[in-house]
Every structure is written in structure tokens, then in C-alpha cells.
Nanobody, 114 residues
Framework: QVQLVESGGGLVQAGGSLRLSCSAS????????MGWYRQAPGKQRELVAS???????NYLDSVKGRFSISRDNAQNTVYLQMSSLKPEETAVYYC????????WGQGTQVTVSS
């Protein structure tokens, strides 16, 4: 069964931090590059960060130095630690493999107030 369950979002003030978690089914997680995506209202979904099964990471330029992606291969879980959050980063955050599968979870809402 395909599964992607994101959690950890919420309301935070600008400059604050959040840690997102994503539990994925083994069929999606295993041996795949995993990523965190976000979609703001009226905008296209974008890839924010990705991590290979071996731990290589890549980030959107605008989040470098502030976001950190990690994964627990034993638990099929991927995390996104976000700090110094900005109001323009308000969005629904999703995890998926990279490139993304057609199946998406419900996402987790991150709202950054100014």
C-alpha cells in the first residue's frame, strides 16, 4: 500500500522553527531520493530539499543554510528541520520521492506570520 503521511506543520512567527516529518511506505522510500516539496496558494509546487538513500542532500537556493533534510532508512521516515522561517514560505509541505510519484499525501500546512 502506497503511503505518505506528513506531519509537524503549524503556525509560527517569522524567524521561528518547525520540524516536519514524513512517514512513507517502503515501496516509495526504499532506494529512492526523497524530497520535501511545497505549494503556496496560487503557485506551482516546488522541490525544496532532497536526500538520497546515502545521505546526499540538495536544497533550493532560498532555503540553504536554514533548512536541513534528513532521513531514517530503518523507519522509512524523512524529516525537514526549518529555521528562520519567512512569511513567504507559508505553504502546504509534502514529501515524495524525486522525481515525484503521482501519489501525494495530504501534506502539512505551514503558516508563517509576520
Amino acid at each position: 500500500q502506497v503511503q505518505l503521511v506528513e506531519s509537524g506543520g503549524g503556525l509560527v512567527q517569522a524567524g521561528g522553527s518547525l520540524r516536519l516529518s514524513c512517514s512513507a511506505s517502503r515501496s516509495i522510500f526504499s532506494f529512492n531520493v526523497m524530497g520535501w516539496y511545497r505549494q503556496a496558494p496560487g503557485k506551482q509546487r516546488e522541490l525544496v530539499a532532497s536526500i538520497s538513500s546515502g545521505g546526499w542532500t540538495n536544497y533550493l537556493d532560498s532555503v540553504k543554510g536554514r533548512f536541513s533534510i534528513s532521513r531514517d532508512n530503518a523507519q522509512n521516515t524523512v524529516y525537514l528541520q526549518m529555521s528562520s522561517l519567512k512569511p513567504e514560505e507559508t505553504a502546504v509541505y509534502y514529501c515524495n520521492k524525486v522525481p515525484a510519484s503521482t501519489f501525494w499525501g495530504q501534506g502539512t500546512q505551514v503558516t508563517v506570520s509576520s
